[in-house]
């Protein structure tokens, strides 16, 4: 069975850095994509940040583009994402996303909340 678990998150000042790592238990992700999306109260979830199977790509919102990246390690089976130069629109609960066919499997999110 398939578990995300993600964790980093927290309480940071406009300008700080936070990193968040997703953890998979169950299943190998090398050669996955991974998501990372982020939701506020009362809205969808969106798409921050992708990246390929090896690692060897990312692409992200514009919004986080040049502030966030992406990485992951294939010993470790995780995925981060570093998020620097926070803002205070960066407030939302991040979760890892990974597809598998049609499956879709999702962590419990973790919490950024970023003060002015």
């Known amino acids: 069975q398939v578990q995300l678990v993600e964790s980093g998150g927290g309480l940071v000042q406009a300008g700080g850095s936070l990193r968040l790592s997703c953890v998979a238990s169950?299943?190998?992700?090398?050669?996955?994509?991974m998501n990372w999306y982020r939701q506020t109260p009362g809205n969808e979830r969106e798409l921050v940040a992708v990246?390929?199977?090896?690692?060897?790509?990312?692409r992200y919102l514009p919004s986080v583009k040049g502030r966030f990246a992406a990485s992951r390690d294939g010993f470790k089976n995780t995925v981060d994402l570093q998020m620097n130069n926070l803002k205070p629109e960066d407030t939302a609960r991040y979760y890892c996303?990974?597809?598998?066919?049609?499956?879709?499997?999702w962590g419990q999110g973790t919490q950024v909340t970023v003060t002015v």
């Open positions: 996303n990974l597809n598998i066919g049609k499956d879709r499997y």
């Open positions: 169950g299943f190998n992700l090398n050669g996955y994509i």
């Open positions: 990246i390929s199977g090896d690692g060897g790509s990312s």
